[in-house]
């Protein structure tokens, strides 16, 4: 037999007899955070050149989004389940 068709009969056998998923796969919500941040921060930079007052703005926003940011990674990890049980 060639190694293709052992191959070929592994898979056949194992159809239907696969284990079921150990855990859920933890996906983030969509979220705009991320762009308004880096926005932020790229803007604090162009401004460095322009204006003192443009980098407290950019980086006061650069601060908020950080901020709420790691509040919503908080809340979605603690909505995760503590036991991961053993496989």
């Known amino acids: 037999?060639?190694?293709?068709?052992?191959?070929?009969?592994?898979?056949?056998?194992?159809?239907?007899?696969?284990?079921?998923?150990?855990?859920?796969?933890?996906?983030?919500a969509h979220s705009i955070l991320p762009?308004?941040?880096?926005?932020?921060?790229?803007?604090?930079?162009?401004?460095?050149?322009?204006?003192?007052l443009l980098v407290a703005f950019f980086g006061?926003?650069?601060l908020a989004t950080t901020i709420r940011w790691i509040a919503d990674v908080r809340r979605d990890i603690a909505e995760l389940p503590l036991d991961h049980g053993h496989h």
Do not use: Q, R
């Open 35 to 52: 762009l308004l941040n880096a926005a932020a921060l790229a803007g604090m930079i162009v401004s460095i050149t322009l204006s003192w």
């Open 60 to 62: 006061v926003a650069f």
């Open 1 to 28: 037999m060639t190694e293709h068709t052992e191959n070929t009969e592994v898979v056949a056998e194992t159809n239907g007899t696969v284990p079921p998923v150990g855990e859920e796969i933890h996906m983030p």
